[in-house]
């Protein structure tokens, strides 16, 4: 028997976690064996943060088109072309597709094998009858959109993958689940022309966000016709020729073309060898202790299998740690708290750090000083037509811990808060920096400059 090929580093899944730790290794002179089933890229490029930023793309559009008369330019929003939109789309994953094989397949020391992968043992994972072995091995299978007990997709219960491969327009919908991804699609929905309802089981949409934050979106959705039922749980779907009837367990019921069930990700690890080789596995995510090893063998695990949030530059991050930990540089990891987070949809939500009840909860009730920023003395959020506001949560006569913005567009402020937030920053020092005018960001510079005691507008 042929000696199994051995590789510094086998990584099982090329999503974002994947290729970004075979990226990194390469270039820290590590050879990489890339275990990819379907295609490079994985969720985030196919399936998630692309496709989906793609749509709202064409949905801003078509906001802009209907509210165009208000600015002096008049024009007519005819219709949503979906089949345009989707070619639109699919030109964008395809492009970036094309760049990231190109960029993985010129890498000499990255070989990528294609098809199913399962561990075996604690240094060998197996392809199509093929056995290679890992010095060390990347655990980045990724995650699925998860149903409920007994809701079963198919026809007209949909999920996000099957969402953004319609090639056509519901006249209406039902969402259940008000996070990130239902949110998302809701937005994407209305601004199509689409009657939207979202059915949250919990007391509110986006429930992970800050108070604050989750008012002022509750308003806004409110403002644009989206309508929503909160704190109350789902009971079961009916379909027939004309759509899906949906039963909450208070005996309410909706009506729509189809459901789009949007209840979270679970994590991709069964069969997949993971157990039998003496992994941690709780409620399906791999167990890794704080620098992501799972504390078998030389395996890691990284991205949305891994318990924490679910986002693509999170596992990104935790590849580059990992190749990093691995060829020994002694890497620094970063806290889920500290990573930024964006809602996409209109009003967009962005936020790093710690909520204010999450800081009360830290640091001590009294130890927690927070600060709101209206977006009505922002200069060019007027102009751009968009309401909203900036929150921020320090430490009592210390750094600030939480930055948390909505508005249209506040996804492209982050960069600046999750700096401020990161380096512990305190209000009076960024009250020091300059912020352009007019911008959307300098309602950050604002909203430090009221912190530290300053409020020059309000
Ligand atoms: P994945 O990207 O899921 O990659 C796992 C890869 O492993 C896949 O390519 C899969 O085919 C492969 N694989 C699995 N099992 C095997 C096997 N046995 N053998 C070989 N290969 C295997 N995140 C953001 O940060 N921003 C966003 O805007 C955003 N929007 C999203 C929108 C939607 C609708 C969805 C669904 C997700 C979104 N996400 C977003 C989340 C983001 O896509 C994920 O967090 C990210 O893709 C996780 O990366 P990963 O590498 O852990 O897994």
Redesign the pocket.
Known sequence: QATAQEFDILV???????YATALRAVQLGLTVGL??????????LH???IP??ALLHSAELADHARDSAKYGVNVTLDSIDITAVNAYKDGIIAGKFKGLQGLIKGKKGITVIE????LQGTDTIVVNGTAYKGKNIVL????Y?RTLPGLEIGGKVIT?DEA?TMDFIPKSAIILGGG??GV?FASVWKSFGVDVTIVEGLPSLVPNEDATIVKAFERAFKKRGIKFSTGVFFQGVEQNDDGVKVTLVDGKTFEADLLLVAVG?GP?TAN?GYEEAGITIDRGFVITNERLHTGVGNIFA????VPGV??????YQQGIFVAEEIAGLKPVIVEDVNIPK?T?SEPEIATVGYSEKAAKEKFGEDQIQTQEYNLAGNGKSSILGTTGLVKLVRQKDGPVVGVHMIGARMGEQIGEAQLIVNWEAYPEDVAQLVHAHPTQNESLGEAHLALAGKPLHG
Request: hydrophobic residues 30%; proline residues 0%; glycine residues 26%.
């Open positions: 099982l899944g090329g999503g974002s976690g994947g275990i990819e089933k379907a295609k490079l890229g994985g969720t985030c399936n998630g943060c989906t930023k098809g199913e992968g399962k980045a299978t990724g995650s959109s996000s953004l990130v991804i998302e990700r991709v997949l990284i991205g949305d299998i679910q986002l693509a530059h999170r596992g964006v996409y």
